[in-house]
Each structure stands twice: as structure tokens, then as C-alpha cells.
């Protein structure tokens, strides 16, 4: 089974920059799109941003214009440049993986990291 697995969280001040960072124990060449999500406490995860394997970028409203997700699939891994960092961008941060048509099913299936902690600090 394909692993995910963050690195590059942990502490920083208001304002700060951070990068995560997504290893996958394969290729990510078939995952499309992939993914950051975050989970605050007391609040649903929430989508932060995607990337299609073409190369197109899609982010929340909350953090557009500050974070930047990219891919190497030569490296096998997906990155956040986390900018200008506020204490609201405190959580935990997911990758994900979306494999279209797992099994030659149309709903696919998707992976998912065990999640690093972003701490942000006033």
C-alpha cells in the first residue's frame, strides 16, 4: 500500500514561512489531483489547496496569494510554501492523494498522510 508521509511542520511566529513537505513510497504520477488539507480543533478539515498532474492550482479563499502548493514527480513528492503565516493557520496538515478510477472504479480512492502539526505563534 502506497505511504504519505509529512514533514516540515512545527513551530514559527505570525508572519513566518514554512514548507511541508509530502513523500510518497511510490509514484505520484497517477495521483490527480493531490492535495493539503488541515484540521483545527474544533473545526471540520478543510481543504487548503490542490494540484492537477497538469499542473493547475486551485486554494482556499484563507490562505490564497500566501501559500503555494507544487509537485516533483521526479522526487515523488507534493510541497506547501506556507508565507505570511497567521495563528488561524494552526492545525494539523493532511496530504492527500486522489487515484481516479481505483480498481476501475469511477469514485477512485484516495490516500492519505498521517498529518504535521503547524504551530503558529502571536
Known amino acids: 500500500q502506497v505511504q504519505l508521509v509529512e514533514s516540515g511542520g512545527g513551530l514559527v511566529q505570525a508572519g513566518g514561512s514554512l514548507r511541508l513537505s509530502c513523500a510518497a513510497s511510490?509514484?505520484?504520477?497517477?495521483?490527480?489531483?493531490m492535495g493539503w488539507y488541515r484540521q483545527a480543533p474544533g473545526k471540520q478539515r478543510e481543504l487548503v489547496a490542490t494540484?492537477?498532474?497538469?499542473?493547475?492550482?486551485n486554494y482556499a479563499d484563507s490562505v490564497k496569494g500566501r501559500f503555494t502548493i507544487s509537485r516533483d514527480n521526479t522526487k515523488n513528492t507534493v510541497y506547501l510554501q506556507m508565507n505570511s503565516l497567521k495563528p488561524e493557520d494552526a492545525a494539523v496538515y493532511y496530504c492527500?492523494?486522489?487515484?481516479?478510477?481505483?480498481?476501475?472504479?469511477?469514485?477512485?480512492?484516495?490516500?492519505w498522510g498521517q498529518g504535521t502539526q503547524v504551530t503558529v505563534s502571536f
Open positions: 492527500n492523494g486522489h487515484l481516479p478510477f481505483f480498481r476501475s472504479s469511477p469514485a477512485g480512492y484516495d490516500y
Open positions: 511510490g509514484s505520484i504520477n497517477n495521483f490527480n489531483p
Open positions: 494540484i492537477t498532474s497538469g499542473g493547475t492550482s
